[in-house]
């Protein structure tokens, strides 16, 4: 359940007591499973920012943002970074980095980048997308390769990318295996088409299964990870890539309007995050089997920290949820969504699991 931090009782003066209150009724009687990006930063992150050192970063004069940068592209095993203000973002800019105007990109059919990014791809990027369908969003290799079409003349989108999901959302926080990962990599590279990884969720990926970052990162041509979501810092992303994919990212980002300036106090909550909220990730997890259980679900299918509880009565069982203090979400008519995150302690796991099993 989330506690309402000192610091927010600290920095409210006249005329914000009531939100305070608002929000502290509401935080003491909800327990919130919509999503893992409702996250609030913890007093600590919270001190790590205010303490940050900033400077100008369109002019490239921001430290904090240069060392997270850095920091992230080093532990991926990436030439670059660059911190942008969200994963859609990120994404953008990665896959717009390995596929030009006119060519497609493949992913599976409930990828982020296909369902959840309104488009942008081919709204700003010119780029369009053929889908696979995995239930569990994994690679289907043969199927990939039944798919990819590089150069059949002048009536057909040329293929020029592959994009994977790790964890995949709206497969239950799904993790990628490693191997097959690296299969695709080999393949890809016999056929010169390159990879995007949409890592929003590899640090639960990471802490799930013991793979190192930077062997996920070595399957990927150009890569987004989240810092707002898991790692509850409230904004942030990066892409990865070449040296010169971030140079031209650079560019576009201030294009799209994404050009930041003492963005170093965000940073530095990304940087207190990979310290201090890396490893608790596995708490998360343990959270969400205990959650699937309750709902009549095998714990062992949940390998991270969304589950996905399918209900033909959707909407009802969100309803009837939310009646109870216990804050869910529909994903489409027959599908519920739980996802466990730093707010969430065991003590509310166990509580929310108890009305969720009455539903
Ligand atoms: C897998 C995945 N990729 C990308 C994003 C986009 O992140 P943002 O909401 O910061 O744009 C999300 C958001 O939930 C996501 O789940």
């Not at 990120?90 to 980095?97: I, K, M, T």
């Not at 199927?143 to 994977?164: E, L, Y």
Request: hydrophobic share 45%; charged share 20%; glycine share 10%.
């Amino acid at each position: 359940m989330s506690k309402p931090r000192s610091s927010e009782l600290a920095s409210t003066g006249d005329g914000r007591v009531e939100t305070w209150v608002v929000v502290a009724v509401r935080s003491l009687l909800v327990i919130d499973l919509r999503s893992d990006t409702l996250t609030r930063p913890t007093d600590a992150m919270r001190a790590a920012m205010v303490g940050a050192e900033v400077g100008d970063d369109v002019y490239g004069e921001d430290p904090t943002v240069a060392r997270l940068e850095e920091r992230v592209a080093g532990l991926f095993g990436h030439e670059a970074a660059l911190f942008t203000p969200t994963g859609s973002m990120a994404n953008v800019l990665a896959v717009r980095s390995l596929v030009a105007p006119g060519q497609e990109v493949l992913c599976e059919a409930s990828a982020h980048i296909a369902r959840a990014e309104l488009g942008a791809h081919g709204a700003y990027s010119g780029i369009t997308m053929r889908t696979w369908i995995d239930r569990r969003g994994q690679v289907d290799l043969p199927t990939i390769r039944s798919m990819f079409a590089p150069d059949m003349g002048p009536f057909f989108v040329p293929t020029a990318a592959i994009s994977v999901e790790n964890t995949h959302n709206f497969a239950g926080g799904a993790v990628l295996p490693i191997g097959d990962l690296r299969d695709l990599r080999e393949y890809a590279t016999g056929v010169g088409a390159r990879i995007h990884l949409d890592g929003a969720r590899i640090w639960n990926a990471h802490v799930a299964t013991g793979t190192p970052l930077a062997e996920y990162g070595a399957v990927a041509d150009a890569m987004s990870v989240c810092l707002s979501k898991g790692l509850g810092a409230p904004v942030g992303s990066l892409m990865m890539g070449s040296a010169d994919a971030i140079a031209e990212a650079r560019v576009w980002r201030k294009r799209m309007g994404g050009g930041m300036r003492q963005v170093g106090i965000l940073a530095a909550a990304g940087l207190h995050a990979l310290d201090h909220h890396v490893d608790r990730l596995a708490e998360d997890h343990e959270h969400a089997r205990l959650l699937a259980d309750a709902c009549g679900l095998d714990p062992a299918d949940v390998e991270t920290n969304i589950v996905v509880v399918p209900r033909s009565d959707a909407a009802e069982f969100v309803a009837a949820a939310r009646d109870q203090g216990v804050l869910v979400s529909a994903v489409g008519p027959t599908a519920v969504r739980l996802v466990t995150h730093l707010d969430v302690t065991r003590d509310d796991a166990v509580k929310a699991a108890a009305v969720l099993a009455r539903i």
